[in-house]
């Protein structure tokens, strides 16, 4: 049996703000990767298709890292 050392509307708040956080790094990453790639030559849609791959991708390694680490402390 665990014990929660924060109350549920702390934890629940805490992984909000997480997943927030996440989000807007996603974007930022993703910002990044299609300036770079319009910078390389590609398209405007091409780039915006690289720059949306990136989000997902990133939002997806960084969710999972967040589950793990709520894994991790339960």
């Known amino acids: 049996m665990s014990v929660a050392l924060v109350s549920p509307p702390v934890y629940a708040l805490t992984l ?3 997943v927030l956080a ?3 790094l996603s974007l930022l990453i993703a ?9 390389d030559g590609a398209s405007l ?8 791959g990136v989000f997902g ?5 960084l969710c999972g890292l967040i589950a793990l680490g709520v894994a991790a402390t339960t």
């Open 22 to 24: 996440a989000a807007l």
């Open 31 to 39: 910002v990044a990767a299609g300036l770079l790639a319009r910078w």
């Open 57 to 61: 991708a990133a939002m997806t390694l």
């Open 16 to 18: 909000l703000v997480a």
């Open 45 to 52: 849609p091409g780039a915006l298709l690289r720059a949306g």
